[in-house]
């Protein structure tokens, strides 16, 4: 029997539970290597959750992942006929929008409240009233060039982890009299701003929990998530229930044309971006500002042993949506934007690619999705070119061999803003 | 403008958020003074969650909190009229089968996979297969006073956060050959083998994830709650269908009398009782051995800043089952026990030891539950009595509040085996 990854969790030593908590005083002792040796001689590798050799597991991680290891309901198959590509397009969309759990739009129409000047464009301070009990406020940056007479196309700008309106939008300290953070040097990633000064109206809304959301300086995001599950309901689906709101204020703005409206999702901002290309079929192009990754094959690859013994944490739960992962992965659903047109930024695996690629052109919209590598893995050759990642990953591990070059995670203002400046264009 | 508890999170710094993990890359500042300054001169006091002047919440804690603050939908109202009850009780019945989705039972009965002896009983260990992809064990005592001839009563002990059945059993180092762990001091909590000694057949099960169903020596009880949420399901479902199986086998067992069965669960294991005692109408009598809290009241009302301007995080997602606190709180769940007798054996607010009576006699089975305190606060000038708990506590404010002295958290044996055989015994 060999146990190449035993001295992380064995060595002949027990391992000690200190059991801490509110309603928990037991300290209980666990025979670690006596415990891995019942689980049967197949289970040669402890980075990989294996069951015992009537193919049952015995440990709740195994039992509960196998709850995962089918295939989603509605993942896209490229052996799909186009006559019956609207139809598993619709079940998506269906499954989508049962998922958010949106409640009606608000009678109550947003409200400006603050406005300023840029060179070049006005920033105006909106209200929006997703719930009886909440405000949310939103920025619009509006380039001079657009008017009543002559509308713009309009993009919403959806920020990443930590990233806030203010930051997309290039807000300057004392643009607003009560606004924060301060952003006087806005580095690479004001979206917003970008688009704004190539001439769309721009918005930019916070993700729920940060910049203006959070509670009394923090962006107590993982507390909100718990709340929104109790509830029933989930941080996407808040989170794009609060997106939609100003996207649906968007179309009705004089100066904007509601035919040419586009959302641009950088990181955690692409998950609403996805959940709104299914809910609202106005929206007529889409900037996907991440590597695209099979989050579900995510979470079952990456059970590499830490040198604690311990395996790598799904991520946090504000991207739980319960039974999500049952009907579709990423790629499903940026398959499901299809024939409208969808740039992606920052690569992935091209197996993915190519997954989207015969749905577009399925769909009757052949090259309406471009795909672009990370630099460093522009050349095919640096490439990492798998049908199925292996299990026992650790998480550099996993960003290697799905070709992601996380340090250069940023918004790809030099491709994304033309090429949706280039969408949105009139015909 | 008061602000009394501002040196926690203002003193006109700056706090700076380092956005860190997998898709992260900024760093915001947030100006925590001028940000929870906007929320209103009402907002003196930053231990509370308060909307601004116009009743909206601006942060998403105060937003998401916000969808909790109604009163559950099957609440129990002592207002009831006693031909009401039934209804109402069929109702808590069928939110909590919903909730628990619990799939059919499975095909393949329990299988016994070992056996040894104890002074006075023997200890059997069968396998369960709750999944196709599942297997769980669990342990039987078996006086020897019991016989086919002569069927027993019988309870299934359900343990607290990191017990185990071997430890609620009493099982010896060496008692079965793949075992752990040994419990050769089992100290208090030997709450299988209490039961067994006066005369029980007694079955322990373990929670999910704990004890042998440990990941590599891990009780990896975050990333299986996690799992099954992805899923659909959650840990109590899972949890309390493995508990169910067992208590389903025992129901069969001829030296059983399967009108003479109880249940008796510890600190995290009263979870599953409760939803047991929903489930099956079988079950004649309930061992509560915790403190009955109101776990929806507790996550509004623990809002106290730490030192570090954080608040308390509602107890881990174990107990996430996304909805269930939409729907009812635990005394609602204990009031619908009736008139089953129940022994809740730690006390907690008389707020909600008067409901649970209340609605004992409504169901006709008045005096059926016998409650009592902790010792610390059986005599009633020592106890908070408070109809509604404030907010902006900390958790040991908390437990002083409901009259939880939480270092003394234990089986109570002396209550409860006396109690129990009592209640089970052949009219």
Redesign the interface.
């Known amino acids: 029997m060999n146990w190449g990854g035993a001295g992380l969790?064995?060595s002949g030593i027990w391992?000690i539970?200190v059991?801490m908590?509110?309603?928990?005083?037991?300290?209980?002792?666990?025979?670690?290597t006596?415990?891995?040796e019942?689980w049967g001689a197949e289970n040669n590798d402890?980075l990989v959750?294996r069951?015992?050799s009537?193919?049952?597991?015995?440990?709740?991680?195994?039992?509960?992942?196998?709850?995962?290891?089918g295939k989603p309901r509605l993942e896209f198959r490229s052996d799909m006929k186009p006559e019956e590509f609207a139809g598993w397009r619709d079940s998506v969309r269906t499954a989508m929008a049962r998922l958010m759990r949106h409640p009606a739009l608000p009678a109550q129409e947003p409200r400006k409240v603050a406005e300023t000047r840029h060179d070049g464009y006005r920033v105006e301070k909106w209200e929006a009233?997703?719930?009886?009990?909440?405000?949310v406020s939103f920025l619009v940056l509006i380039p001079d060039s657009v008017t009543e007479e002559s509308p713009g196309a309009a993009v919403l700008c959806i920020p990443?982890?930590?990233?806030?309106k203010e930051?997309l939008s290039g807000v300057r300290s004392g643009d607003f009299a009560?606004e924060?953070?301060?952003v006087d040097n806005p580095s690479t990633?004001a979206m917003a701003r970008e688009y704004a000064k190539a001439g769309l109206v721009a918005v930019a809304v916070d993700n729920?929990?940060?910049?203006?959301?959070?509670?009394?300086?923090?962006?107590?995001?993982?507390?909100?998530s718990?709340?929104?599950?109790?509830?029933?309901?989930s941080y996407l689906g808040?989170n794009s229930f609060q997106q939609r709101l100003a996207l649906e204020w968007l179309k009705k703005q004089p100066y904007v044309d509601p035919e040419r409206i586009g959302v641009s999702g950088f990181?955690?901002g692409t998950e609403p971006m996805m959940a709104l290309a299914m809910l609202d079929g106005d929206i007529k192009a889409f900037v996907y500002n991440?590597f695209l990754c099979r989050t579900r094959e995510r979470?079952m690859v990456l059970t590499a042993?830490d040198s604690e013994?311990?395996?790598p944490?799904?991520?946090?739960?504000e991207h739980?949506i319960?039974?999500?992962?049952?009907e579709f992965d990423f790629p499903d659903i940026v398959a499901a934007m299809a024939p409208r047109p969808v740039l992606l930024t920052e690569g992935g695996l091209d197996r993915d690619f190519r997954l989207v690629g015969e749905a577009y052109e399925l769909s009757g919209g052949k090259g309406n999705a471009e795909c672009h590598h990370y630099p460093k893995y522009a050349d095919a050759s640096d490439r990492s070119e798998l049908e199925e990642l292996p299990e026992g990953l650790n998480?550099n591990e996993f960003f290697r061999l799905v070709n992601c070059d996380?340090?250069s995670?940023?918004f790809k203002a030099a491709l994304a803003v033309p090429w949706l400046k280039r969408q949105l264009s009139k015909q």
């Open positions: 969790v064995g391992v539970f059991v908590g509110i309603k928990c005083f037991l300290v209980a002792l666990v025979a670690a006596a415990l891995c019942a402890s959750v069951p015992r009537d193919g049952r597991h015995v440990s709740a991680r195994g039992m509960t992942q196998s709850l995962l290891s009233y997703p719930l009886e009990t909440a405000v990443g982890f930590g990233g806030t930051y009560l924060q953070p301060p990633n729920v929990s940060f910049g203006e959301q959070a509670d009394c300086g923090r962006a107590d995001y993982l507390t909100s718990r709340l929104l599950l109790e509830a029933g309901w808040f990181s955690l991440d979470i042993l013994g311990r395996r944490f799904p991520n946090s739960i739980l319960p039974g999500f992962l049952l998480l996380s340090p995670h940023g």
